[in-house]
């Protein structure tokens, strides 16, 4: 175990890409079919999971430290953009919006809740419009909660105020 493996310790708020925003629990030595592995073991309240992530494949898996106010600022402000939607088909947009939201990147996130946003006096949303609308937000709105160190609730009302402006 090198100091420059160990890049968070025991605490630390970290994203994952495909989860969102976790909390490292432990890191622990395990043995994995017969070979000893160093894991940061992260628990995602919300959705009750644990992951356990090898040192040596942090990086590479996409763990990463909470968005500095600047970086979640510059994603919130995408929200107040126009919407971008395009007019391919629903099924390639909805591809393209998935791997936005597992990017894990705020930015690209705050992109698809833009787009899919639907204010009052709008058309419905189709049933899976909505899902990965609500999927972008929770996931947005858990990351900026846990940088402005707020309730979700309260960090839901601002992003939605943002949208509604």
Known sequence: MTAEKIAFTTGDLVVY?????????????????????NVFVVAF???????????????????????SRKEMDAALAKLRGRSRAKRTMWSRRAQEYQAKIASGDPASIAEVVRDLFRNTGQPEQ??????????????????????????????TQRVEQLLSA
């Open 126 to 155: 189709s049933y899976s419009e909505r899902q990965i609308y609500q999927a972008a937000l929770d996931r947005l709105v858990r990351e900026f909660a846990a940088v402005e160190r707020i309730d979700e609730l309260t960090a």
């Open 17 to 37: 890409p495909t989860h969102g925003v976790g909390k490292i629990v432990a890191i622990e030595n395990q043995e994995i079919a017969g070979h000893s592995l």
């Open 45 to 67: 309240d919300k959705d009750r999971m644990t992951l356990r992530v090898p040192l040596t494949k942090a990086k590479v898996s996409g763990l990463r430290r909470l968005s």
